[in-house]
């Protein structure tokens, strides 16, 4: 029973840090940064691993965060030169992924990583991984990490939520108001890297894409509004991890997948039936 | 039942036909959700991206029938297994890409007027949207039958990378066309050929690692777009003004 409750709580700590971020990458037309990030960071875990010799948690997200700055900021580089900015992102996490590949099968003996268990962590596994201090057991290790990492968000976001907001709608005003449009197009960067590293190694990467830019975007369509466009796309996020386990539990399947389907389930209704932007009300304003 | 056990090893029919099924629908989806909401292209992309792995995902589940048991087969899928080809795949691959060659260069003019000038294309009577889901398609069987060679993840840089490197070179489609061609060539060459210097150099991130070195080597010494033209512009740029500065405080200076 208590299982149950623990991977409903790390689902939906991960849905409401993801979508935190994901409205402002929604906005901003960088969805695909978060794809992005969870596969470029293969090669910061295993050289964090090469050097340090543990598959300490800690040490490898390190290196991962540390690697998706330099996803970001290579992206960001190439743009500055005239490739556009999907492609851009294209190229780079490609190249990384490939690297991160390729060293994985030079070191193979080394490296005790399985690809799979990397870029999937299974959110079935992770409240059996407890986080033990003076032999107390704290719960699952994976709802510290990923609660911290909510807290970070929120108190980060929050404290620079109007600089946030202005550097998403109008950076260039934003530039002219004198706030470092750079430092917090990278501070939101580094925010994006964190949650989607520290996430994924407990619930796998799909879920992490998926939570960043699904309920973002339906929340999108409900409202015109940035702060209760959070709010939504947080309920949104924590209604799909809810329901989505429920689901996996009633069908025994995946559980990751479920909680997707769950999300692009309310995407494609608010789609066609949200009452702003809602594709069925469009037609019907246009009628009358 | 057997069939519900997917071998990634041979190109098979029914996976290649599922496959592209489920590779217009989301094509379909993701041009049907930009041009009816306010939703952007990237998102789109994104959710219509996860959407369907997680469906995925759920459906094999279902198949294997254990809630947690990992996707078994799916690294092949993702990371591709070009080593294990036999003869029989060579050639349907080669048949595929001569067939996409052919249909890129009898279509040509209508796709390069529908990338440049969508509006315009429309306005001399085109049939853009039908030709829009043609190229999708197109698109869907490159990326089915490169699925084999490099994975999933590895497929986005084969089509992106050549083609930016390329655009580095050129002003005029078609030399980009061929270009991008030649560049995704040799990197397969380039790759297949590092892979088998070493035991268990992966084929595929190998490919990807050469057409990245190629896509760098454009970025720094293509001709007028290339980051040492624009540096050597606009050194000239500089010593032209500082030149024309020290003329006029000469003249002036002769003047006085």
Same mark, same amino acid.
């Given at each position: 029973m208590m299982n149950h409750i623990w991977i409903m709580l790390i689902g939906a700590l991960v849905a409401s840090s993801c979508s935190l971020v994901g409205c402002f990458l929604v906005l901003r037309k960088m969805s695909m940064i978060g794809d992005a990030i969870s596969h470029a960071i293969l090669p910061g875990i295993v050289i964090a691993f090469l050097l340090s010799g543990t598959r300490d948690s800690f040490v490898m997200m390190i290196g991962a965060a540390v690697i998706g700055i330099i996803t970001v900021f290579l992206i960001q580089m190439f743009q500055n030169n005239g490739v556009q900015s999907d492609a851009s992102i294209g190229v780079v996490f490609t190249a990384l992924f490939a690297g991160g590949v390729v060293l994985v099968s030079l070191f193979t003996r080394q490296v005790d990583l399985d690809l799979d268990c990397v870029l999937y962590g299974e959110i079935a596994y992770a409240p059996w991984d407890t986080f033990i201090i003076n032999g107390m057991e704290l719960g699952p290790k994976a709802?510290?990490?990923?609660?911290s990492i909510f807290l970070l968000n929120i108190l980060v976001i929050g404290l620079f939520y109007k600089q946030f907001k202005l550097c998403s709608f109008d950076p260039a005003m934003a530039a002219a108001l004198g706030i470092p449009v750079v430092f917090f197009h990278y501070l939101l960067m580094s925010l994006v890297s964190l949650t989607?590293?520290?996430?994924?190694?407990?619930?796998?990467? !799909?879920? %992490?894409? &998926?939570?960043?830019?699904?309920?973002?975007?339906? /929340?999108?369509?409900?409202?015109?509004? #940035? +702060?209760?466009?959070?709010?939504?796309?947080?309920?949104?996020?924590?209604?799909?991890?809810?329901?989505?386990?429920?689901?996996?539990?009633?069908?025994?399947?995946?559980?990751?997948?479920?909680? !997707?389907? %769950?999300? &692009?389930?309310?995407?494609?209704?608010?789609?066609? /039936?949200?009452?702003?932007?809602?594709? #069925? +009300?469009?037609?019907?304003?246009?009628?009358? | 039942m057997s069939c519900l056990y997917i071998n990634w090893n041979e190109i098979?029919?029914?996976?290649?036909?599922?496959?592209?099924?489920?590779?217009?629908?989301?094509?379909?989806?993701?041009?049907?959700i930009t041009r009816y909401s306010r939703i952007k292209q990237d998102s789109a992309l994104g959710i219509i991206l996860t959407v369907f792995f997680g469906i995925g995902i759920v459906l094999l589940t279902q198949i294997q029938h254990s809630a947690s048991g990992n996707q078994s087969g799916l690294d092949k899928f993702l990371f591709g297994q070009a080593a294990s080809m036999v003869h029989s795949d060579v050639y349907t691959m080669a048949g595929i890409s001569l067939f996409l060659i052919g249909v890129s260069i009898v279509f040509f003019k209508e796709f390069k007027l529908l990338s440049f000038d969508p509006g315009f294309a429309k306005g001399i009577g085109l049939p853009t949207m039908i030709l829009d889901q043609f190229i999708m398609l197109l698109l869907v069987i490159a990326v089915v039958i490169g699925i084999q060679a490099v994975g999933v993840v590895l497929m986005a840089a084969l089509l992106i990378t050549p083609a930016v490197s390329a655009r580095y070179w050129t002003e005029k489609l078609h030399v980009m066309i061929i270009l991008a061609g030649l560049f995704g060539g040799t990197s397969g060459l380039i790759g297949t050929i590092i892979s088998t210097w070493a035991n268990n150099l992966p084929t595929g991130p190998l490919i990807v690692l050469s057409a990245t070195s190629i896509f760098v080597v454009s970025i720094v010494l293509a001709p007028s777009r290339g980051v040492l033209a624009k540096a050597m512009r606009q050194k000239r740029a500089k010593t032209e003004i500082l030149n024309q500065q020290q003329l006029k405080q000469a003249i002036k200076d002769g003047n006085a």
């Open positions: 709802v510290w990490i990923v609660g989607t590293v520290s996430s994924f190694e407990s619930v796998g990467a !799909i879920l %992490v894409v &998926g939570m960043i830019i699904v309920p973002a975007a339906t /929340a999108y369509l409900l409202t015109d509004r #940035l +702060f209760i466009m959070i709010i939504y796309s947080m309920i949104a996020g924590i209604a799909s991890a809810v329901l989505g386990y429920y689901f996996a539990y009633l069908m025994d399947a995946s559980i990751a997948g479920c909680m !997707i389907m %769950v999300a &692009g389930f309310l995407f494609f209704i608010t789609l066609f /039936a949200s009452p702003k932007h809602g594709v #069925l +009300f469009k037609k019907w304003r246009r009628k009358n | 098979n029919l029914f996976f290649l036909i599922g496959a592209m099924i489920a590779g217009i629908l989301a094509t379909m989806s993701i041009s049907f």
